[in-house]
C-alpha cells in the first residue's frame, strides 16, 4: 500500500472527526476540509461536499450550531461550534471507537497465516 | 437569534447554503492559485472537489433536511415550553385549575348527555325502513276535533285506499303469560291488528311476521321483544310456544330491541279484524299506523281518506268520528310527549354551558389580572404578543381537552346507567346509547366557549406593554369591570334557570297536593285478569271468582275496607257514551265503573246524597247505578238526581233499544279519575258488578289499610293469589301507580332541578371570586378607609351592598328573561303559569341570599384587614 494513496473514510468516522476537530475551536466549512486534509497528511478526505453534509446532519441531531460570522479577511463565512450534547456524543464516539479498534488490532496480531 | 433566522422564508435559507459554498469555493480556490493553478483551473478544481453540480445539489438537500427537522423541533419546544408554563401555573394554582376543569367536565358530559337524548329521540330517523313514509292515523270529529285513537271499523274502511301500502292498529293490552316455568306473570304487551308489521316494516331478529291470512283470521300468534325473548324465554327456538291467559299462543317472531314499537311492549298478540257498523264505529280504543304508498303525499293520502271518512258517515249517521281523517308523521306521534321537555333539557344544558363559559372566564378575568405583571415581564423581554396568546391558551386547551375526555366518560358512564338501570320515561328509549358524534360535538361546543372564555383574559394580559404600576393598575380596573359583568351575566342565566327548575318542582308538588276525590295513601290494589278457559265464557264463575277474592281479603287483619272494580288503574278506563232519559241522541260520555263490596269506602269516595248499593241489590233485581256530582250536574242540573233513568251506551249495548236503563239511586263525589296531571274532572258513573259481571274479566281488588298500606300489600297479594294459583295477581300501591304518569314531569323537573342548582352554584363561585379578588386589588384604599376610622361592619357592609348590587341587577334582568322565556315552560307546566310570581319572588329572593353568603368571607376578610399592613403592602 503506498503511502500516497488516500484512505476512504469508514462509516460514521467523519462525523466523530468532525466533532473532534470542532470540540478544538469554532470553524468554518472549508477551515474544517483543509483541517482534516492536513492533520491526515492529505491521506484522509471524505470530499468537500460530503463535510458539509455531515456537518448539516450533525446541525440537525443539535451536535453542532453555525453562526455566520466575519472571517480572517474581513468575509461573512458559517462558523461552527460544538454543543454540550455535542461534546457528550463526542467522548461516547471516542471510546467506543478506540475500544473498537483495540479489539480489531488485538484480533489481528493473534498468531496466523499473515 | 438563530431561531429568529430559521422562521424566515425557505428562499433565505436557501440563499445561505448558496453563499455558504460559494465562499467555500472561493477560498479553495484561492489557495489552489496560490499554489500555482491559473484562475480558471482554480476554479474548475475547487468545483470538482466539491462534487461538481452533483455534490452541490447534494450539500443543498442536506441543509433543507436540516431545516425541516429544526423547525419543528422548534415548534416541539414551544409546546413543551408552553406546557411546562401551564402545569406549573396549575400545580401554582390547583384551585382555580381544579375549578376549571370541573366546570368544562360538567358542561361536556351535559351537553353530551342532552344531546344524545335529543339526537337519539326526536332527530333520527325511526328504526324502520324508509320511516319517513309512516304516519299516523286520527279520528276527525264534527267539530274538526282530532283523536288519536280510532275504530277497528272505520280503519277497516280506511284500510282500502289506494294512497297506503300497508297500516294496521295496536293497543296496549297487558296480559298474563305463562313461560316454561308455569308461573303466570303480567306483562306489557300490545294487541295488534291488520298490517301492523308489514307496514312498519319492522325489523326482527329471528322469525317473521305474521302472514296476510294470521292477520285477517286473528290466528293465535304472536312476537316477542328481544330481551324479553332472551331473558324470560331462554332465547328458545321458534316457533315456541307460550300461553296467554290458558290459550296456548305461537310465538312466530322476534322483534330487535332497538326497533321495538311501542317502546316498553314485551310481545305483540294478533287480534282477528272485526268490521262492524251503527255505534261500534264510535269505540275509538285502537292507535293506527299507515305506510303510505311510495310517491304519496299526505295531502293527497288525506283527500282520499276523507272521501272513506264522509262516505262512511252517509252510510252510518251514528259514526259521529268520522268526519275526515287525521295524518300526523308518525314519528312526530311517536316522539310527541317528549319533544318539549327534551327542547327543555337541551335549553337547560345550554344555559349551563353558557354560565360555566362566564364562570371560567371570570376565574381567568381574576386570574390574569392578577398577573398583569408577569405578562408584561415577559413581554418586555421579548414575547411577542402571539406567544403570549398562544402561550395562555395551551394551558386552557390542556384543561379543555381533559374535560373533553372526562367528561365524555361520565356521560357515557350516565347514559349506559340510565338506560339499564332506570326505566327511562321517554319514547325510544330502547335506542339510546352513547353517540361518539354526540359526545365530540358537546366538547367541540364546550371547547369552543372555554376557548373564547379563556381568550378574553388572554387580550389583557398581552395587551399591557409596561409593567409599571399606574398602567397595570387601570388593566386590573377594566379586569375587574369585565369579571363584575360576567358575574351579573351569570345570575341572570342561574335565574332563569332556577325559575324554570322551581316551576316544575313547584307545579310538582302543586300537582301532587290536588285534591282527587279519593284519597290514594293507605290503597293497595291487585289486578287481576280471569282469562283461564273456565272463567272466559261462563259469567257466572267470574263473581264467585271475585267474592271469594273478596272474603279472603276483608279477613285480613289491617284491612279497613275492601272492594272491587273492573279497572283500578286511573288511565285505560272505559269511557262510554251516557244517554239519559229523555234526550234522544247521547251527548257526552262518563267514565264507566263496574264497582262490588265496599269499594267507596276503601277509596275514600264521600256519598253524597240517596244511598250506596246495599244487600237489596242483586243480579236479579232492577239495574242500579251511582252518578258523580259532575255527572249529575250535567244533566240534572238544580234538580236531584235520585230517581232518574240513564243508559250506558258502547259499554253496556251499542243501540238505545240494546243498552238496559239504571235507575240513578245515589250521587258521589267526583275524582280526578284521570290522576293527578289531567285538568278536567270527568262525570264518572258506577253500576254494580254483579248485575254486570261481562266487566268483570280485568279487575282488580281494592282495599285500604287501617294504618300503612305497606302492610298489607303482601298479604292482599297472597290472599288474592290463593284463590286460583293459576292466575297472575300484580299488587300495587295505588299512590306508586298514580304517580307513574307524572315520571316524565317528575325526571324532567330532577334534571333541570339539578342544572339550575349547578347554574346558582357555579354563579356563587363566581360572586365570590370576583369579590375576593376585588378586595385583594382594594386594600389600599380599603387600608385607607380602615385607617380614617370606618369600622369593620361598615367595611363588611361596603362589600355586602357590593354582592347585593350584583346579585340584584342580575336577578332583575333574569326575571325579566324569564318572564319572556316562560312560554317554553307552558307544555310541561300541569297547574301553574310559567310566569307564577311565587316561583318568580322565590327565586330572585334566594339569589340575593346566596349571593350575601358567597360574600360573606370576603366581607369578613375585609374587615379583619390590619390598616397599617394594608397600606404598607399596597
Redesign the interface.
Same mark, same amino acid.
Given at each position: 500500500m503506498s503511502s500516497d494513496e488516500t484512505i476512504p473514510l469508514l462509516k460514521g468516522t467523519l462525523d466523530l472527526l468532525i466533532l473532534k476537530c470542532l470540540s478544538m475551536e469554532p470553524m468554518? @466549512? &472549508?477551515g474544517l476540509?483543509?483541517w482534516l486534509e492536513e492533520q491526515s497528511g492529505e491521506r484522509v478526505s471524505p @470530499?468537500?461536499? /460530503?463535510t &458539509?453534509?455531515a456537518l448539516?446532519?450533525l446541525?440537525?441531531d443539535?451536535l453542532v450550531?453555525a453562526?455566520?460570522d466575519t472571517s480572517d479577511n474581513n468575509?461573512?463565512?458559517?462558523y461552527y461550534h460544538i454543543t454540550p450534547s455535542g461534546r457528550a456524543k463526542l467522548t461516547e464516539s471516542e471510546k467506543q471507537w478506540r475500544d473498537y479498534t483495540d479489539i480489531v488490532t488485538r484480533l489481528l496480531d493473534l498468531p496466523g497465516l499473515a | 437569534?438563530?431561531r429568529l433566522l430559521r422562521l424566515w422564508r425557505p428562499e433565505r435559507r436557501r440563499r445561505?447554503v448558496d453563499?455558504?459554498?460559494e465562499?467555500?469555493l472561493?477560498?479553495?480556490a484561492a489557495?489552489l492559485e496560490r499554489r500555482g493553478f491559473t484562475p480558471e483551473e482554480a476554479t474548475a478544481e475547487a468545483r470538482r472537489?466539491? @462534487?461538481g453540480d452533483? @455534490?452541490?445539489e /447534494?450539500?443543498r438537500a442536506? /441543509?433543507a433536511?436540516?431545516d425541516r427537522?429544526?423547525t419543528l423541533?422548534d415548534r416541539c419546544s414551544d409546546l413543551r415550553q408552553d406546557l411546562v408554563l401551564a402545569l406549573r401555573r396549575a400545580v401554582r394554582q390547583p384551585v382555580s385549575t381544579a375549578a376549571e376543569l370541573l366546570i368544562l367536565t360538567l358542561a361536556v358530559a351535559l351537553l353530551t348527555g342532552t344531546v344524545t337524548l335529543v339526537d337519539r329521540v326526536l332527530l333520527r330517523p325511526l328504526p324502520f325502513p324508509e320511516a319517513e313514509r309512516l304516519v299516523s292515523l286520527w279520528s276527525v270529529g264534527e267539530e274538526g276535533d282530532a283523536f288519536p285513537w280510532v275504530s277497528m271499523s272505520n280503519w277497516a274502511d280506511w284500510n282500502d285506499a289506494a294512497a297506503i301500502e300497508a297500516s294496521g292498529l295496536f293497543a296496549q293490552s297487558d296480559m298474563s303469560v305463562t313461560l316454561e316455568d308455569d308461573v303466570p306473570r303480567r306483562i306489557s304487551a300490545y294487541d295488534v291488528a291488520g298490517g301492523f308489521f308489514s307496514a312498519l316494516r319492522m325489523p326482527l331478529l329471528s322469525g317473521r311476521w305474521p302472514s296476510e291470512d294470521e292477520v285477517e283470521v286473528g290466528a293465535s300468534v304472536a312476537l316477542v321483544e328481544e330481551s324479553f325473548w332472551r331473558s324470560r324465554m331462554s332465547a328458545a327456538e321458534l316457533p315456541a310456544q307460550i300461553e296467554i291467559g290458558d290459550r296456548r299462543v305461537d310465538v312466530i317472531g322476534v322483534a330487535r330491541r332497538d326497533a321495538a314499537y311501542p317502546s316498553g311492549a314485551q310481545l305483540w298478540r294478533v287480534r282477528p279484524v272485526r268490521r262492524m257498523a251503527g255505534r261500534a264505529r264510535n269505540s275509538i280504543n285502537w292507535n293506527a299506523v299507515a305506510r303510505l304508498g311510495p310517491g304519496v303525499t299526505t295531502g293527497a293520502a288525506k283527500a282520499e281518506l276523507d272521501g272513506i271518512a264522509a262516505a262512511i258517515r252517509e252510510s252510518d249517521p251514528a259514526a259521529i268520528y268520522s268526519w275526515g281523517v287525521g295524518i300526523v308523521p308518525f314519528a312526530d306521534f311517536v316522539t310527541d310527549d317528549a319533544r318539549s321537555p327534551l327542547l327543555l333539557l337541551l335549553a337547560g344544558a345550554l344555559g349551563v354551558l353558557l354560565v360555566a363559559g362566564a364562570n371560567v372566564a371570570a376565574l381567568n378575568v381574576a386570574r390574569a389580572t392578577a398577573r398583569v405583571g408577569e405578562g408584561a415581564v415577559r413581554r418586555a423581554l421579548g414575547a411577542g404578543r402571539a406567544r403570549l396568546i398562544r402561550h395562555e391558551l395551551t394551558g386552557h386547551l390542556l384543561v379543555i381537552a381533559m374535560a373533553a375526555v372526562l367528561g365524555i366518560g361520565i356521560a357515557a358512564l350516565g347514559i349506559e346507567l340510565s338506560v339499564r338501570k332506570i326505566d327511562l320515561p321517554l319514547p325510544r328509549s330502547g335506542e339510546i346509547g352513547l353517540d361518539v358524534r354526540a359526545g365530540l360535538l358537546g366538547a367541540a361546543v364546550v371547547g369552543l366557549v372555554g376557548l373564547a372564555s379563556a381568550m378574553l383574559p388572554a387580550l389583557f394580559t398581552s395587551n399591557s406593554a409596561t409593567p409599571t404600576g399606574s398602567r397595570a393598575e387601570v388593566t386590573s380596573r377594566r379586569g375587574v369591570v369585565v369579571g363584575r359583568a360576567l358575574v351579573v351575566f351569570e345570575v341572570v342565566l342561574a335565574v332563569v334557570l332556577l325559575s324554570a327548575g322551581g316551576a316544575l318542582l313547584r307545579d310538582y308538588r302543586t300537582v301532587l297536593t290536588r285534591d282527587l276525590g279519593f284519597e290514594p295513601r293507605g290503597v293497595v290494589t291487585a289486578e287481576v285478569a280471569l282469562t283461564s278457559e273456565a272463567y272466559r265464557d261462563a259469567v257466572d264463575p267470574r263473581m264467585e271468582w271475585w267474592d271469594e277474592a273478596l272474603r279472603r281479603v276483608s279477613r285480613i287483619p289491617g284491612v279497613a275496607a275492601a272492594g272491587i272494580a273492573n279497572r283500578s288503574t286511573t288511565d285505560h278506563r272505559p269511557n262510554g257514551f251516557v244517554l239519559a232519559e229523555g234526550e234522544s241522541e247521547p251527548s257526552g260520555g262518563a267514565i264507566y265503573a263496574a264497582i262490588g263490596g265496599a269499594y267507596l269506602e276503601a277509596m275514600g269516595i264521600p256519598l253524597i246524597s240517596g244511598r250506596a248499593f246495599d244487600a237489596g241489590d242483586g243480579p236479579d233485581t232492577e239495574r242500579v247505578v251511582l252518578v258523580s256530582e259532575v255527572l249529575a250536574d250535567r244533566y240534572w242540573p238544580g234538580e236531584s238526581a235520585l230517581g232518574k233513568r240513564i243508559q250506558a251506551l258502547s259499554m253496556e249495548g251499542f243501540g238505545a233499544d240494546q243498552a238496559p236503563w239504571l235507575g240513578v239511586v245515589g250521587v258521589v263525589g267526583s275524582t280526578r279519575a284521570w290522576g293527578y296531571q289531567a285538568d278536567e274532572i270527568p262525570p264518572e258513573m258506577y253500576v254494580l258488578a254483579e248485575q254486570i259481571p261481562v266487566w268483570m274479566g280485568t279487575a282488580a281488588v281494592v282495599a285500604r289499610a287501617e294504618s300503612q298500606e305497606s302492610d298489607i300489600l303482601g298479604p292482599v297479594g297472597e290472599e288474592v293469589r290463593a284463590v286460583d294459583g293459576d292466575l297472575a295477581v300484580e299488587t300495587r300501591l295505588l299512590t306508586a301507580d298514580l304517580a307513574e304518569p307524572l315520571a316524565q314531569h317528575q325526571a324532567l323537573t330532577l334534571l333541570l332541578g339539578g342544572f339550575a342548582v349547578i347554574a346558582v352554584l357555579l354563579a356563587s363561585v363566581g360572586i365570590y371570586s370576583i369579590l375576593r379578588f376585588q378586595i385583594g386589588l382594594r386594600r389600599r384604599e380599603l387600608g385607607l378607609r380602615a385607617a380614617l376610622g370606618a369600622s369593620g361592619t361598615d367595611l363588611v357592609g361596603m362589600v355586602l351592598r357590593d354582592a347585593l348590587l350584583l346579585a340584584g341587577l342580575g336577578a332583575t334582568l333574569g326575571t325579566v328573561l324569564a318572564i319572556l322565556t316562560g312560554g317554553l315552560l307552558r307544555t310541561s307546566l300541569y297547574a301553574l303559569s310559567p310566569t307564577d310570581p311565587i316561583t318568580l319572588a322565590a327565586t330572585a329572593a334566594s339569589l340575593l341570599l346566596i349571593a350575601v353568603v358567597a360574600a360573606s368571607e370576603p366581607a369578613l376578610r375585609a374587615a379583619r384587614m390590619d390598616p397599617n399592613d394594608a397600606l404598607r403592602r399596597a
Open positions: 468554518h @466549512g &472549508y476540509t483543509t @470530499g468537500d461536499s /460530503a &458539509y453534509q448539516h446532519r446541525e440537525a443539535g450550531e453562526e455566520w468575509r461573512r463565512a458559517r | 437569534m438563530k445561505e453563499e455558504e459554498i465562499r467555500h472561493e477560498l479553495r489557495e472537489r466539491f @462534487g452533483e @455534490g452541490i /447534494a450539500v442536506s /441543509a433536511r436540516r427537522k429544526l423541533s
